[in-house]
């Protein structure tokens, strides 16, 4: 597809068939996102599926569910020669296939980069990893935890006094969005070369890429960012109100919302306090600040403080959760949300891609299939005959 061809909708992919060769998240992350921008998903998935399916038990769990609309899937046993040979089929009608398996999988199975290329050389070909090429833990598994870890943001987000693991998955989502940039990226030169690229990206470098001003405030004066270091330098505090409910706010630099806040909060004291006089010094003195405001918010309910934040100009918003978000008429009138209805496995709640493209969005085209469903159809697609088809899922035609 060319830049002329490409549709007027928010399908910008339209025409692109993507293999996705994945599994958990990193895989399945790239493929949604492509997924959503109109992109033909094939989710190529083993005898027993995306171990994602069976998270929660079942083979529909919210896990998968929530990296899996908008594709269809084929079931292939790859470890047959069968199977083998009907991927490659569906490799001479792809335009990019993402595999996140452990180093040297594809390549044992005699579906590596090189052999690709030689079979299709307009094909983007993009591997996803857990470590950096050649590293003394590569070949091991590699997980969201694994990947904070090594890249140093996990070190940020713990509590030395008591370090646990919080918060989405973040390595992951990460390492499959740069995928999905270099995919495009690859794609888009396709149209001047007419060459495929190997595209290679690990969940590491990801993490550090998606950090570096952490990386630069070392390098540059030796600051370590530690937990709450970037919460002191760009003044970012969280507070529970009266009535239980929270608030976050952003000071940032600019010297105006410091002084709304000490309005807001009607401490002029604060103005004078040598500890807070500048903004070095509420830096160097944030644990402090934060306390005396801990203490101030907890005397009036959220509604008080979201108002007197509000009148004041201070960067806020009340802090809100999942089942907020659901039942915000807002985020409904954005449209943020979108319900799809699958025959067998009844009705999914779906967020909505956060792009725009002309002020729409599409809505998503299938609900995350179930495992398989799609086999017969896309093989068929791919030129295989019904003895073909049988053969690959062991049946009779």
């Known amino acids: 597809m060319n830049a002329s061809s490409a549709p007027a909708s928010g399908d910008v992919l ?3 068939r993507v293999l996705e060769l994945g599994n958990f998240i990193t895989g ?19 005898p027993e599926g995306d171990p994602f399916r069976a998270f929660r038990d079942g083979q529909y769990s919210p896990n ?23 991927l490659l089929r569906l490799v001479d009608t792809a335009d990019v296939l993402i595999e996140n398996f452990r180093p040297g999988v594809m390549d044992r199975m005699g579906l590596g980069w090189e052999t690709l290329r030689a079979r299709r050389p307009q094909l983007v070909y993009c591997t996803i990893g857990g470590f950096l090429p050649g ?14 870890a090594l890249s140093g943001m996990l070190d940020t987000f713990l509590d030395p006094a008591n370090p646990q693991v919080r918060g989405p998955t973040i390595s992951d ?16 030169a396709r149209q001047a070369t007419g060459r495929g690229r190997l595209v290679e990206v690990n969940m590491i470098e990801s993490s550090m890429s998606f950090m570096p001003d952490f990386f630069a405030s070392y390098t540059r004066d030796g600051t370590r960012m530690r937990s709450t270091t970037r919460a002191s330098y760009s003044h970012s505090l969280a507070f529970e109100c009266a009535d239980g409910a929270r608030i976050g706010l952003q000071l940032s630099s600019p010297s105006k919302f410091w002084e709304g806040l000490v309005r807001a909060v009607e401490m002029p004291e604060l103005r004078d306090d040598p500890r807070f006089a500048t903004r070095g010094a509420r830096i160097a003195n944030f644990e402090s600040l934060s306390a005396l405001l801990r203490d101030r918010f907890r005397t009036q309910p959220q509604a008080h403080w979201l108002a007197a934040l509000r009148a004041a100009d201070v960067p806020h918003a009340p802090v809100l959760t999942v089942p907020d978000i659901l039942d915000d008429p807002e985020f409904a009138a954005a449209g943020s949300f979108h319900e799809l209805h699958h025959p ?8 909505s891609r ?4 002309d002020g729409q969005r599409q809505p998503s085209r299938h609900p995350p299939p179930t495992l398989g469903e799609q086999t017969a159809a896309i093989l068929a697609e791919a030129g295989l005959s019904e003895q073909e088809i049988a053969a690959v899922r062991g049946t009779t035609a």
Request: glycine residues 12%; proline residues 3%.
């Open 14 to 16: 339209q025409g692109i």
């Open 28 to 46: 399945p992350y790239a493929g949604l996102m492509l997924a959503d921008l109109g992109a033909d998903v094939i989710k190529v998935e083993r």
């Open 64 to 86: 998968f569910v929530a990296f899996n609309r908008n594709k269809r899937s084929v079931k292939l046993d790859l470890g047959r020669q069968a199977g083998r040979d009907a």
């Open 135 to 148: 590293s003394r833990h590569e070949g091991q598994p590699a997980f969201d935890t694994i990947g904070q």
């Open 173 to 188: 989502q990460l390492a499959g969005m740069y995928a999905c940039q270099g995919i495009l990226g690859a794609l888009f």
């Open 344 to 351: 067998e496995m009844g009705s999914v709640r779906a967020l």
């Open 354 to 357: 956060p792009i725009r493209y």
